[in-house]
């Protein structure tokens, strides 16, 4: 057993299993050694082992009778068990086997006698041997190298169990990983937008509140977790609440509305939308309120319409008018002022650049 190994053709997808296996946690190894040990006792041998087949070596994850931890793959007896047909080999004598006598487990540890399987994960990609020796010739009959095969089949179930688990454990860290993220994202999203965003479930205790929620009520947003809606805000904005969410109730879905509410001394002018919150099973968990504070929105608008009567005015005295052109559609909008000089109607104020055009030029 000289020369190089015979690699698999499912290499690397056995390499990667293996990898796995050997990040499992160390605390598993006490389990293998446990039904090595079972092995050696029940047929009655001075050395058992479990090994597992890495990219250049043999490595024993299980081993005794044996002062080794680990052996060159090409030099290993159990590569040999590599190769279909992944059936079990038995050696009476590996002195006189031309593919195992001169491997160093016979020439310097005395071994003669070999059996083994080998261990197959995830359908059939041999990933490691469970195997016994001995120190003198032996025979195994038919009932014993099936019993090895039953062995080896038993173990490998278990580690399949234990690849599995950890595989599944792995999947929910990443998910856990994602999930934190995505709630990491949405904590920013929620904290940086100036609307108040808040949650509650069926008790009214609050569930979520975000920055600006908890700077209107004078509170960190941690600690309003868990408290109830009526300890924290003023009866007005209960009552304007609770008549929301019986609309809601009623409609069976989202409500907004529009309020007015003096606290202090300031009235704030406020847009509030009332959605329910449901489970994954469709069921009612309890309610999400956004609330925008329109006050300075209101406060310009009104400006706004000032303004535009204030022109209104002055082109009715005047004879004035103006207007605009959108470069990109070629719309032109005139203001009522214009139409009139222009002799359009003054509802028809919006229309093609070269419609007015025509009609200035007409």
């Known amino acids: 057993m000289n020369g190089p190994a015979v690699e698999p053709a499912d290499e690397p997808q056995r390499l990667r299993l293996v990898h796995e296996l050997l990040q499992l946690d160390t605390r598993d190894d006490a389990i293998y050694r446990r039904k090595v040990d079972i092995l050696r006792r029940v047929f009655a041998v001075p050395i058992a082992l479990l090994a597992l087949t890495t990219e250049r070596e043999q490595r024993f994850i299980a081993v005794h009778g044996l002062p080794l931890a680990a052996m060159p793959r090409e030099r290993a007896i159990c590569s040999l068990l590599q190769q279909p047909p992944f059936a079990p080999l038995v050696l009476t004598d590996a002195r006189d086997d031309p593919r ?18 080998p261990l197959l994960l995830d359908g059939a990609h041999p990933v490691g041997t469970l195997c016994i020796m001995d120190t003198a010739p032996r025979r195994l009959d038919a009932a014993q190298t099936a019993l090895l095969a039953d062995f080896g089949a038993q173990l490998a179930a278990t580690m399949q169990a234990m690849l599995d688990a950890q595989r ?12 934190a ?14 609307s108040l965003i808040a949650a509650v479930d069926a008790d009214g205790r609050f569930t979520l509140a975000n920055a600006a929620f908890a700077r209107m009520v004078g509170s960190p947003a941690q600690e309003l977790i868990g408290r109830r809606l009526d300890a924290v805000t003023p009866p007005q904005v209960q009552a304007a609440y609770a008549a929301l969410r019986q609309r809601m109730q009623q409609r069976g879905g989202a409500v907004k509305d529009r309020l007015s509410l003096t606290l202090g001394e300031r009235t704030w002018k406020l847009l509030v939308t009332l959605a329910p919150l449901h489970d994954g099973q469709g069921r009612a968990q309890g309610v999400v309120s956004v609330v925008q504070d329109m006050t300075e929105f209101d406060a310009i608008s009104a400006d706004l319409e000032k303004l535009q009567d204030i022109q209104r005015r002055g082109e009715a005295f005047t004879q004035q008018g103006t207007w605009s052109l959108d470069l990109d559609s070629g719309v032109m909008t005139i203001s009522e002022g214009f139409a009139r000089l222009l002799g359009f109607d003054p509802g028809q104020r919006t229309r093609a650049a070269a419609a007015s055009r025509r009609g200035i030029r007409s």
């Open 100 to 117: 195992a006598c001169s491997s160093p487990l016979v020439t310097q540890h005395g071994v003669r006698f070999y059996a083994g399987v």
């Open 168 to 179: 599944l454990l792995h999947k929910a860290r990443q998910q856990e990983a994602e999930l």
């Open 181 to 194: 993220r995505e709630r990491a994202l949405l904590r920013t999203v929620i904290d940086g937008t100036p």
